[in-house]
């Protein structure tokens, strides 16, 4: 039982390039949720999903675009990046009725 | 959802009890109060959540007013491994899209020192 795995865990890109970052769970969890993170700030929230199939818009979503095909899998895709988006990224997935949620270690992104 | 309010920061001295506040005064009588923290570099780490009783559990111990107005986040017996960011959550526990959102605010940074 591996909780949820964020796949990779450092990358850099160069200004421009695109590149998927994996979120994937194995409890069987409805909610899954892509935050990031700049140094010395506080979580904010891009993208999250209520269920296979479905995605839905947080706090700052522009720039990234995400996929749930699979109900285990939360894909986040940046199409262009920029050096804006050098962050750590996080995701997390919850079941349906509780907020407990429980957190990947994090991918750390680099765009130069 | 009801709006939190956290102190910025907390000091601690190791092995005595941490006792972070917080301020929910718009909370209505469905809304949960969870807790979550944030150790450097980790991602949050859920702590503990209840409605209006007082919980415990082997983190830590919840105290909600009678009112519900305000909490307490209590760590019996502090270490340096509890140095950590400390969020404040208030949520519906229902299913439907509009309650999926899941978002932190500032949160209180606490310190423990030796």
């Known amino acids: 039982n591996a909780g949820v795995t964020q796949t990779p865990k450092f990358r850099v890109l160069k200004t421009g390039q695109s590149m998927t970052l994996l979120c994937a769970q194995d409890m069987n969890h409805e909610y899954m949720y892509w935050y990031r993170q700049d140094p010395g700030m506080g979580l904010r929230l891009i993208h999250y999903s209520v269920g296979e199939g479905t995605t839905a818009k947080g706090e700052v979503p522009d720039g990234y675009n995400v996929s749930r095909l699979k109900k285990q899998n939360f894909l986040l895709g940046l199409e262009s990046a920029a050096p804006s988006q050098t962050s750590v990224y996080f995701c997390?997935?919850?079941?349906?009725?509780?907020?407990?949620?429980?957190f990947g270690q994090g991918t750390r992104l680099t765009v130069v | 959802d009801a709006k939190t309010t956290q102190p910025p920061s907390m000091d601690c001295a190791e092995g005595r009890a941490a006792n972070l506040p917080c301020n929910h005064s718009?909370?209505?009588?469905?809304?949960?109060v969870y807790w979550y923290r944030q150790i450097h570099s980790q991602g949050p780490q859920y702590i503990i959540h209840?409605?209006?009783n007082n919980e415990t559990n082997e983190m830590a111990s919840l105290i909600i007013t009678e009112d519900r107005k305000s909490s307490t986040l209590i760590l019996p017996h502090a270490t340096l491994r509890d140095t950590a960011v400390y969020y404040c959550i208030v949520r519906v526990e229902a299913g439907g899209t509009s309650y999926g959102k899941l978002t932190f605010g500032q949160g209180t940074i606490l310190t423990v020192h030796p």
């Open positions: 997390a997935s919850r079941m349906t009725v509780t907020f407990q949620a429980f």
């Open positions: 209840g409605l209006k």
């Open positions: 718009t909370i209505s009588g469905n809304e949960y």
